[in-house]
């Protein structure tokens, strides 16, 4: 079974500052690995997603994430946090090769921008 | 072109009660999903449909919730004899496809409060 657990339910950043959100997940097959964005009373956008191939995967909005496999981590990161990256984040993953791409989520975490 | 909808936005129904659930998926998408978003918590698989395909219902919590889906088209989600811990957002989303890893697109939910 494939589990996410993102480290701190709520983060505070400075506007300007690093945002950087922590997901490590546990699946028993290569991984397929979401960042999703949901802004208050609206539904999850897709930020980013790794399946194969590099990496280093870059998204919208200047959102970043890596993927460790020796860590098994997916973090996010954004350089230069903007008052309107405030909302939730939840990483997720799906098993490579498994019908229907059911997607297991993180508990999210809750991002706060101070001006 | 238009986006998943949902309907109701908002319901608030009597512990006991059924409650219906509507969910339009984006045209042409042929996988449909149903989670559950708990207040505070990531979300949860429900069920999930692909085409004329026999729907995925490893998720749902007990046999009080049912789902349809007529082709690929409109789904419904219903719960029978509500309960209070059956309080939640319910969000749909819909994909082009199954077997590349497509991007899930996620309606904005339906508050489900049981008092």
Same mark, same amino acid.
């Given at each position: 079974?494939?589990?996410?657990?993102?480290?701190?339910?709520?983060?505070?950043?400075?506007?300007?500052?690093?945002?950087?959100?922590?997901?490590?997940?546990?699946?028993?097959?290569?991984?397929?690995?979401?960042?999703?964005?949901?802004?208050?009373?609206?539904?999850?956008?897709?930020?980013?997603?790794?399946?194969?191939?590099?990496?280093?995967?870059?998204?919208?909005?200047?959102?970043?994430?890596?993927?460790?496999?020796?860590?098994?981590?997916?973090?996010?990161?954004?350089?230069?946090?903007?008052?309107?990256?405030?909302?939730?984040?939840?990483?997720?993953?799906?098993?490579?090769?498994?019908?229907?791409?059911?997607?297991?989520?993180?508990?999210?975490?809750?991002?706060?921008?101070?001006? | 072109?238009?986006?998943?909808?949902?309907?109701?936005?908002?319901?608030?129904?009597?512990?006991?009660?059924?409650?219906?659930?509507?969910?339009?998926?984006?045209?042409?998408?042929?996988?449909?999903?149903?989670?559950?978003?708990?207040?505070?918590?990531?979300?949860?698989?429900?069920?999930?449909?692909?085409?004329?395909?026999?729907?995925?219902?490893? &998720? #749902?919590? $007990?046999?009080?919730?049912?789902?349809?889906? !007529?082709?690929?088209? *409109?789904?419904?989600?219903?719960?029978?004899?509500?309960?209070?811990?059956?309080?939640?957002?319910?969000?749909?989303?819909?994909?082009?496809?199954? &077997? #590349?890893? $497509?991007?899930?697109?996620?309606?904005?939910? !339906?508050?489900?409060? *049981?008092?």
């Amino acid at each position: 079974a494939q589990s996410v657990t993102q480290l701190g339910s709520h983060v505070s950043v400075s506007e300007g500052a690093l945002v950087l959100l922590r997901c490590n997940y546990s699946s028993s097959v290569p991984p397929y690995l979401f960042w999703y964005v949901q802004y208050p009373n609206q539904g999850l956008q897709l930020l980013l997603k790794y399946t194969t191939g590099a990496t280093l995967v870059k998204g919208i909005n200047g959102f970043e994430a890596e993927f460790k496999k020796s860590e098994t981590s997916f973090h996010l990161t954004k350089p230069s946090a903007h008052m309107s990256d405030a909302a939730e984040y939840f990483c997720a993953v799906s098993e490579s090769g498994a019908a229907g791409n059911k997607l297991t989520f993180g508990g999210g975490t809750r991002v706060l921008v101070k001006p | 072109g238009a986006g998943v909808s949902q309907s109701p936005s908002n319901k608030v129904t009597e512990k006991g009660k059924d409650v219906e659930l509507r969910c339009d998926p984006i045209s042409g998408h042929t996988a449909l999903y149903w989670y559950r978003q708990r207040l505070g918590q990531g979300l949860e698989f429900l069920i999930y449909f692909q085409g004329n395909s026999a729907p995925d219902k490893s &998720g #749902l919590p $007990s046999d009080r919730f049912s789902a349809e889906r !007529t082709g690929e088209s *409109v789904s419904t989600l219903t719960i029978q004899r509500t309960q209070q811990e059956d309080s939640a957002v319910y969000l749909c989303a819909s994909s082009l496809a199954m &077997g #590349l890893v $497509s991007e899930q697109y996620f309606g904005p939910g !339906t508050r489900l409060t *049981v008092t």
